[in-house]
């Protein structure tokens, strides 16, 4: 008798392992087939084998009246959402239109609900549009405001003429007075310099 060498050895180790693999996995397949029946057969009444049926079917119920809610309550939202966009879409208008033809110097707005801070956006809004027309109504019942550019020009038009610097100096002091400028000059430099 011969012994067996190791490549014999290795070759039918092998040679074993695989045909149990193989005849293995026919058997966990037959296995799986055989369980899957099972619970097609039988896995409904499984639940109540575990007493788990009653709890399973209030589980439903709760499930499907939550869901309900939700649906309900999704609707309600998109109701209440679209109706609050459109005022903000008539706010935006007719503020847009007093906007242009008020010429305020400010960006057309467009007002988003979903937008968190919506009545704050055009509360600000109103407000900074308030500021303008009280700013705009404030400049043009300033007397001294409109007076102001005239006199610049006055006093710019006594600087040019080309007179002497005592006369010249006095005559802008006094223009620049009726704005409520004072115009403080050392007498030393409207003394004539020495020859």
């Known amino acids: 008798?011969?012994?067996?060498?190791?490549?014999?050895?290795d070759r039918w180790s092998g040679f074993v392992k695989d045909e149990f693999g193989i005849a293995q996995d026919i058997a966990e397949e037959e296995i799986s087939s055989q369980a899957e029946s099972k619970v097609q057969e039988v896995g409904s009444k499984f639940s109540k084998e575990l007493k788990l049926d009653k709890l399973i079917l209030e589980m439903g119920k709760r499930s499907k009246a939550l869901q309900d809610f939700q649906d309900k309550k999704a609707s309600m939202e998109f109701d209440l959402e679209r109706k609050a966009q459109d005022i903000a879409?008539?706010?935006s208008e007719s503020f847009n239109y007093k906007r242009k033809q008020r010429k305020w110097d400010?960006?057309?707005?467009?007002i988003k609900i979903k937008d968190n801070d919506a009545v704050n956006y055009i509360t600000k809004k109103v407000k900074d549009a308030c500021y303008e027309e009280a700013e705009k109504?404030?400049?043009s019942r300033h007397k001294l405001y409109h007076a102001l550019d005239q006199k610049r020009k006055k006093c710019l038009?006594?600087?040019?003429?080309?007179?002497?610097?005592?006369?010249?100096l006095s005559e802008?002091?006094?223009?620049m007075k009726t704005a409520n400028i004072h115009l403080e000059l050392p007498s030393s430099l409207l003394a004539l310099p020495s020859q």
Do not use: F, W
């Open 89 to 91: 879409d008539q706010i």
């Open 157 to 168: 038009n006594i600087l040019y003429t080309g007179s002497h610097i005592q006369p010249t």
């Open 1 to 9: 008798m011969q012994p067996l060498r190791k490549d014999h050895v």
């Open 106 to 110: 400010m960006s057309a707005i467009d």
């Open 137 to 139: 109504h404030a400049r």
């Open 172 to 175: 802008l002091s006094k223009e």
